[in-house]
C-alpha cells in the first residue's frame, strides 16, 4: 500500500494542517478518506479547480458557508494530495527501484500495529513478538510485487533491534541513482538472532504476525506451521536414528514458500477477502514434498568421526592416538601396513582415514613401521640375545 491510498496516512496528515480530528471527520462523512480520493473530488491533479468551484468544494464538505480558515486548510491538504498522486504515477512509469517507494507510511504500519493488537487479544505483540518496520515492508512488497518469496529466520528483525541500530550514526556512501551520482546512506544490515529453536520461533512468529498485518494470512494458518515444525524438534525418532535437526526445519520452511510461489496467483485477498495464500499453506502442510524433510535420518557412519579404540585391533589398542590433532580419525589398515586405498588431500587421507601414525602422530609411516613403537622391543632382544649368547659360551677344557 502506498501513502496516497493510506487511510491511516491521510488521517495522521489531517491532523497535522487542523490540529484535530475536525477535517479529518467532515472528509470522511463526504466520503473522502485517502489523498487519491481527495485528489480527484474537486478538479484532477492536472487541471486545478477554480476559486468558486473550491469554494463550493469546501461548502458541501462544511456542510454550511466555510471560514477563510478552513477553507485554508482544505486547499493545502488539496494541493499536497494533488502532489503525491503526480509523484506516485511518476515512479509508476519511470520504474522507480528505490526502497523509499517500497515501504508503507509510517502511520499506516502503527495503524495495523494497533489493529493487530485488538484483534489478538490473547497475544502480546511486545519486545520480542514485535515485527521490525523492515519486515512489515519486506511482507508488504509481496503484495505490490505479487510475488511469493521466503524470508529466512535471519531477516525476520524485531522493532527493538531498529530502534537500537538507529541511535547510531549512519555512514554514507556514493550511489548512481537515475544517471546521477548522490549520496547516500548505507543500508542497515539488521540480522535476527536465530541460533536456539526459542529465537527460531520467535522469528517465525514476528513473520506471521506482519503477514497478518499485511492482510495476507491468518495469524492461526501461519502459527499452525510454526508449531508442525518445532514439534518435529521434540518428538521421538527410531533407534539408530538421529533427531530432527534445525536445518531440516529450515528447509521445510523454504521448501513450503518455494510451493506458494508457484502456485499463488493472487498475494492479496480477492474481493471475497479469500486469502489464497492461506488457503494453500493450510494445503501443503502435509504434502509429501513438505514431509519428507521432517523424517529422521539414519545416524552417520564411524568413519565420520573418530572411533572407539576398543574397535580397533589388539596391536592398536596400546596405540596412544586414534586421531590427529585437527580431531581426523587414523586409518586402521594404514598402521597395519595393509591399505592400498588411493589417498587425497593434506594431510593425506583414504576413505577409512588419515594415513598418519597412531604411535607418534607423524605422517608418511604408520604403527607397524613406527621406530617409536619398536625401539624399546628390538634394543630388549638384542641385548637379551647377546647376553644368552655369553652364558651359553663355555670355556675351553
Given amino acids: 500500500m502506498t501513502l496516497v491510498d493510506s487511510e491511516a496516512a491521510f488521517a495522521a496528515r489531517c491532523k497535522e494542517i487542523c490540529g484535530d480530528d475536525s477535517l479529518h471527520t467532515l472528509l ?18 492536472k487541471a486545478q479547480p477554480t476559486e468558486a468551484e473550491f469554494k463550493s468544494f469546501a461548502d458541501s464538505v462544511v456542510q454550511s458557508p466555510a471560514s477563510i480558515g478552513r477553507v485554508s486548510q482544505l486547499k493545502r491538504l488539496h494541493f499536497e494530495s494533488s502532489t503525491l498522486v503526480i509523484a506516485q504515477l511518476r515512479a509508476l512509469v519511470e520504474g522507480d527501484s528505490t526502497e523509499a517507494g517500497k515501504r508503507l507510511p509510517a502511520a499506516e504500519k502503527s495503524a495495523r500495529l494497533a489493529d493487530a493488537k485488538k484483534r489478538l487479544k490473547g497475544l ?13 515492508d519486506a511482507v508488504a512488497h509481496m503484495g505490490e510485487s505479487n ?44 540480522v535476527a538472532e536465530h541460533g536456539t529453536p526459542l529465537e527460531v520461533q520467535w ?10 498485518m499485511c492482510g495476507f494470512m491468518e495469524w492461526e494458518t501461519h502459527e499452525k506451521w510454526v ?8 518428538s521421538d525418532v527410531p533407534p539408530g536414528y538421529a533427531p530432527i535437526s534445525m536445518q531440516q526445519i529450515l528447509r521445510a520452511d523454504s521448501e513450503i514458500f518455494l510451493l506458494l510461489a508457484r502456485e499463488v496467483k493472487r498475494v492479496k485477498p480477492d474481493s471475497s477477502g479469500v486469502m489464497e495464500m492461506g488457503v494453500l499453506m493450510n494445503r501443503f502442510r502435509h504434502d509429501p514434498r513438505i514431509t519428507t524433510y521432517l523424517q529422521p535420518l539414519q545416524r552417520g557412519s564411524a568413519s565420520q568421526g573418530v ?14 592416538y586414534h586421531a590427529d590433532s585437527s580431531g581426523h580419525r587414523f586409518c586402521w589398515q594404514f598402521n597395519l601396513g595393509k591399505c592400498n586405498a588411493e589417498c587425497k588431500g593434506s594431510p593425506p587421507a583414504c576413505s577409512r ?38 652364558d651359553s659360551s663355555s670355556p675351553k677344557e
Fill in 307 to 320: 572411533a572407539s579404540p576398543s574397535l580397533a585391533g589388539e596391536e592398536l589398542k596400546s596405540c596412544p
Fill in 147 to 190: 510475488a511469493v518469496v521466503w524470508i529466512p529466520p535471519s531477516k525476520c528483525t524485531k522493532r527493538d533491534a531498529e530502534l537500537k541500530l538507529g541511535l547510531r550514526d549512519k555512514q554514507k556512501y556514493l550511489t548512481v541513482q537515475e544517471q546521477s551520482v548522490t549520496l547516500a546512506p548505507a543500508p542497515d544490515k539488521i
Fill in 227 to 234: 508449531a508442525s515444525l518445532l514439534r518435529c524438534l521434540s
Fill in 203 to 212: 522469528c517465525l512468529q514476528r513473520r506471521g504476525l506482519a503477514f497478518f
Fill in 28 to 45: 470522511q462523512a463526504s466520503g473522502v478518506r485517502t489523498h487519491s480520493a481527495l485528489a480527484f473530488s474537486c478538479g484532477t491533479p
Fill in 353 to 390: 582415514g588419515v594415513h598418519g601414525c597412531m604411535t607418534c602422530r607423524r605422517l608418511g609411516h604408520g604403527h607397524s613401521a613406527c621406530w617409536f613403537a619398536h625401539a624399546g622391543k628390538g634394543k630388549g632382544k638384542k641385548g637379551k640375545g647377546k647376553g644368552d649368547k655369553s
Fill in 124 to 136: 502480546v505483540i511486545e519486545d520480542e513478538m514485535e515485527p521490525s518496520h523492515a519486515l512489515i
